[in-house]
């Protein structure tokens, strides 16, 4: 069973990579231009699984580069503990 594959677990998943990468000393810079390019790869590579990461695929497809930010920087701040 894939993280992608449940919603919650995809969010879990997420935040902890992202913690980690916090305590590793990564700056929010990197940390969000890392979230644009996997929401580029996810995009581009993994059909969605459930409902909300559909919505987040449509909305990533209609969006500007600069909406696209905003999108990931969103996903960000939704996983943080």
Do not use: T
């Not at 069973?1 to 919650?8: E, F, T, Y």
Request: aromatic share 6%.
């Amino acid at each position: 069973m894939s993280v992608l594959d449940n919603w919650q677990d995809w969010k879990r998943f997420l935040g902890n990579k992202m913690d980690n990468a916090a305590h590793r000393g990564m700056p929010e810079e990197a940390i969000n231009k890392l979230a644009l390019e996997i929401g580029d790869y996810l995009h581009a590579n993994v059909d969605p699984k459930n409902e909300q990461e559909r919505v987040l695929s449509d909305l990533w497809s209609v969006a500007s580069e600069s909406e696209q930010k905003v999108l990931a920087s969103c996903m960000m701040k939704l996983v943080q503990k």
